[in-house]
């Protein structure tokens, strides 16, 4: 069965610190796009960066990266200076390889931050 | 503003009631999706659309039906809700599966 893993249940990180998600996952093709998602308390799913598999640089949206191992079938989201709004919880995933844009989630990994 | 909405917002309902629940859009993307949210198991796909009368089933879709007879509107229908349908449910449109999805804000749906 195709998978997205997410091993780490809980997190914890304290403010201002940085702290990594991690993510795994499955797949036999070679051309895909990743995602992580949050989904803070108000239960509102958003986005929160995007990294297409055949580009080798590792996407970054301001205080969010991804450390994005192809052939490991890695895809880390690392949290730089974190804030306690980023408390929430996060989920990978990826579309199926049947090509009909069905995303794949994880299980998801709740993130607190310490003040 | 939010170009998804899905209605209602929380719902309590009985067992062996039929429960529909509504995802409007006004983005005019060709796909929409239903999932169900439950504690460690992520988000499940239960049905998606591709188009207007064109759906097909994800990977939980037992005791669920959906219909698409508009390109704004998805439907997610439970029969009869069972106490295991109890969860939170997402809708989400994408106009192609390569720059993520939109979610609507979710239904909590408690059976009881």
């Known amino acids: 069965a195709q998978t997205v893993t997410q091993s780490q249940p809980e997190m914890s990180v304290q403010e201002a610190e940085t702290v990594t998600l991690s993510c795994t996952y499955d797949?036999?093709?070679?051309?895909?796009?990743l995602f992580w998602y949050k989904q803070p308390p108000s239960r509102q799913m958003i986005l929160v960066i995007r990294?297409?598999?055949?580009?080798?640089q590792n996407a970054t949206e301001n205080r969010f990266s991804v450390n994005f191992q192809k052939a490991a079938k890695s895809f880390s989201l690392k949290i730089s200076d974190s804030q306690l709004g980023d408390a929430a919880m996060y989920f990978c995933?990826?579309?199926?390889?049947?090509?009909?844009?069905?995303?794949?989630f994880g299980t998801g990994t709740r993130l607190k931050v310490l003040a | 503003d939010a170009g998804i909405t899905q209605s209602p917002r929380h719902k309590v309902t009985e067992t062996g009631t039929p429960v529909t629940l509504r995802c409007h859009q006004t983005?005019?993307?060709?796909?929409m999706y239903w999932y169900r949210q439950d504690p460690g198991h992520g988000l499940r796909l239960i049905h998606y659309?591709?188009?207007?009368?064109?759906?097909d089933k994800g990977e939980v879709s037992d005791g669920y039906s959906v219909s698409r007879s508009k390109t704004e509107d998805f439907l997610l229908t439970l029969e009869s809700a069972t106490s295991s349908q109890t969860s939170v449910y997402f809708c989400?449109?994408?106009?192609?599966?390569?720059?993520?999805?939109?979610f609507g804000s979710g239904t909590r749906l408690t059976v009881v």
């Open positions: 989400a449109i994408s106009e192609s599966g390569n720059y993520g999805y939109t």
């Open positions: 983005e005019n993307h060709r796909y």
């Open positions: 995933a990826r579309p199926s390889t049947a090509g009909t844009y069905k995303y794949i």
């Open positions: 797949t036999s093709e070679s051309d895909y796009y």
């Open positions: 659309s591709y188009g207007v009368k064109d759906t």
């Open positions: 990294q297409e598999a055949y580009k080798q």
